[in-house]
């Protein structure tokens, strides 16, 4: 999933490069703002769910800073940046709740 969302991410961007405003840029920036919406509910999911299975906030410090960081991105509108910035923030917080869940 993750990999696939990228691609249209970068897809979305070029197609506003490309087509000199056929498509307006504010539709584009829509559907990238979306699939960004998206990113950062799911890494909050996998955040939420490893605190909940008993994960400790000290052991999602890195995950919690890489949702801060997709957050500033997403902000900026830099819409690949947070991406890939929820992405991690949502693999090392499952994997650390899959762990917790494997005991």
């Known amino acids: 999933m993750w990999p696939k969302e990228a691609e249209t991410v970068i897809k979305l961007h070029l197609i506003s490069t490309i087509t000199h405003g056929e498509i307006p840029d504010a539709i584009l920036q829509g559907w990238q703002g979306r699939l960004c919406k998206s990113d950062h509910l799911l890494a909050v999911t996998g955040i939420a769910s490893a605190i909940d299975l008993g994960v400790s906030p000290d052991q999602l410090s890195s995950a919690l800073k890489e949702l801060s960081f ?28 899959a762990k917790i869940d494997a005991l």
């Open 70 to 97: 997709g957050d500033i991105a997403a902000g900026k509108q830099h819409f690949l940046r947070s991406h890939v910035h929820y992405r991690r923030a949502w693999k090392q917080s499952t994997r650390l709740a």
